[in-house]
């Protein structure tokens, strides 16, 4: 079982997968390259691979719900 401290929200507003705030760098409102094939192949438990376009961190996605990305490491404090 993933711990929720491994785990960071995230909104889809039509086709475009936003988070809110950067957990590596905090900028707010960052727009993902994500597309929805990637929130599907995450909700079916696939490893995907997030980018983050502000500072190019890598964030491993091991799996998604409706609400909330589920990592491999700690990302709330």
């Known amino acids: 079982m993933?711990?929720?401290?491994?785990t960071w929200p995230y909104e889809i507003s039509g086709k475009d997968i936003?988070?809110?705030n950067c957990p590596y760098c905090g900028k707010e409102n960052v727009l993902t390259t994500m597309k929805k094939g990637d929130i599907e192949r995450a909700r079916e438990g696939i490893k995907t691979y997030l980018i983050m376009p502000c500072c190019l961190e890598k964030m491993t996605i091991l799996?998604?719900?409706?609400d909330y990305f589920w990592t491999d490491e700690r990302l709330r404090k």
């Open 2 to 6: 993933i711990p929720f401290q491994n």
């Open 18 to 20: 936003y988070i809110h």
């Open 63 to 66: 799996e998604a719900d409706e």
